[in-house]
Nanobody, 125 residues
């Protein structure tokens, strides 16, 4: 069982930056692939970024490439999402997720086994 707790969300102006953190419980964090998803009001939840167990492979939503960076610190059981050059369309609740098969980077919701409660990110224009 893995519990995930997100933090770091908030209100920021367009062009600004935020860093989301996701702290995981359990001793097997280093074997999990980790991902970030987001859900805006009235829209489906979508994949934003993911990273494999070692941190050696990552994947991104096309609209976030070059602006967002996912990273992980296995010693701290934490995954991060650095978000730069934020746009109003990035406004959403951001969710952290963990996938037990960690060698690749899952991009679909049904490939993830555990989810956090979410953190709100609001980007004002």
């Amino acid at each position: 069982q893995v519990q995930l707790v997100e933090s770091g969300g908030g209100l920021v102006q367009a062009g600004g930056s935020l860093r989301l953190s996701c702290a995981a419980s359990g001793r097997t964090f280093s074997t999990y692939a980790m991902g970030w998803f987001r859900q805006a009001p009235g829209k489906e939840r979508e994949f934003v970024a993911g990273i494999n167990w070692s941190g050696g492979s990552a994947a991104y939503l096309d609209s976030t490439k070059g602006r967002f960076t996912i990273s992980r610190d296995n010693a701290k059981n934490t995954v991060y999402l650095q978000m730069n050059s934020l746009k109003p369309e990035d406004t959403a609740v951001y969710y952290c997720a963990a996938a037990a098969w960690g060698r690749t980077v899952p991009t679909r919701m049904n490939e993830y086994d555990y989810w956090g409660q979410g953190t709100q990110v609001t980007v004002s224009s």
